[in-house]
């Protein structure tokens, strides 16, 4: 059962559990817990009480050990939680015990998660896609969840007598992934289409960990008014804007959905179509919440999910957001260190418009290096060459002219490569007309 289920109109009282097991940095689990809090808000519920357990290992029927079990379900009655929200994912024996006990609602990280982005979904795709993620963690976990395996009478369209209820569910389940994987199937083909139209321009997908301020930097920049708050995952639905650089070049510009820890892989899954926006761009801008403990933490996490998504070496410019919340002596180091690490990098806070002007500059630097569209005239004779363009560009349409006795070749490339070439066949045309 889902937070939201549970009751939409008054905040639901929820208590958090976590285990810390050898090996983890005490640090950062601090920050998920803490993490964990705010999604809990941005789910609408209120935190009244929290338990973290030092264990060698996870029990491996409650979770937490029996005698923790116990402490927080004696404190049920004074603090009148409804949930228990684990930090960590609950297999569905544990999950089944721990509520047997508690007698209340329990809910796990990726359940939590999935439950947001329900919550958050806006348009008929993004339902979609959170309704498949929602279907392949329940189906994977089924195998444990009924407490009862006795026999139903058979009905039309099942096996017949002697079917088991897990088995029902596990089919009506798997039939609805498959109608919804089919709808998500035609809408990947109306969004390749769609940026096929969009090949012209250079497209640039917004990227970063959830609340790092992507949104409000893509208001900014585009004069767009997408809804941007200060919760976690408030944007899942991609939004691509046109924008023309200084110099006039032709830019699409795409918000996209915020990356978490622990991101629940059904949900990169589901998103795959999403996700086209960040595996297709041509840059991307990594916008990072500075004012972060540990923000290194959070941008590891977002090149996480990149490379698991096959999007790892894409053009990044890296854009570090909320700068204005740094105070004391300890910002001016960070920056150091962080302008070392990336040195193309901004930093700005893009609720001031004073700071976007950083972020224009760059976007403009960052473009100018980028491979760009181009027609070339490459004599026939020119064999060498025209394998180096194969092997250095991207070749869109290649066509032999008779008359000119020449390849018009379309291609998109580097523009030092692109200069060099074209020096090239400047230089082999003048060499030719003088012998002739």
Known sequence: ???????????????????????????????????????????????????????????????????????????????????????????PSQARNIAERAKCNVVDRTELILDIFAQHARTGQSRLQVELAQLEYNYSRLRNMWQHLSRIEGVMGSKGP????????????????????????DIKKETIIKRNKRKKYYNIAF?????????????????????????????????ARKLYSKTGKKLVVSDTVGFIRKLPHQLI????????????????????????ARVLDTINAVENVLKEINAWDIPTLTVFNKSDLLTGLKPAFLKKKLKTMYPDSVFISAKYDETINAVTEAIEKAVNRLNQCAELKVPADMGGLISFIHANSEVSEKEFCDKENAWIIKLRIEPDVLG????????????????S
């Open 162 to 185: 002697g079917e088991k209820q897990i088995e029902l569910d596990r089919r009506e389940i798997k039939k609805r992934i498959v109608i919804l994987k089919k709808r998500l199937k």
């Open 269 to 292: 899954s589901s998103f795959h179509s999403t996700l086209m926006e960040v595996t297709e761009a041509d840059m991307l801008i990594h916008v990072a919440d500075i004012s972060q």
């Open 420 to 435: 060099n070439i074209k020096k090239q066949i400047e230089k082999h045309n003048v060499l030719k007309s003088i012998k």
């Open 1 to 91: 059962m889902s937070l939201t289920e549970v009751n939409k109109k008054i905040k639901e009282r929820v208590f958090l559990v976590g285990v810390i097991t050898p090996g983890t940095d005490l640090q950062e689990y601090d920050e998920t817990v803490s993490e964990l809090e705010s999604l809990c808000e941005t789910a609408n519920a209120v935190v009244v009480g929290k338990a973290v357990q030092k264990l060698n290992k996870i029990n491996s029927a409650t979770f937490v050990g029996s005698g923790k079990l116990r402490e927080i379900i004696e404190q049920k009655d004074d603090l009148k939680f409804d949930t228990l929200v684990f930090n960590d994912n609950l297999s």
């Open 207 to 239: 990227v970063g960990y959830t609340n790092a301020g992507k949104s409000t930097l893509f208001n900014r920049l585009t004069g767009e008014n997408i809804y941007a708050d200060d919760k976690l995952f408030a944007t899942l639905d991609s939004t």
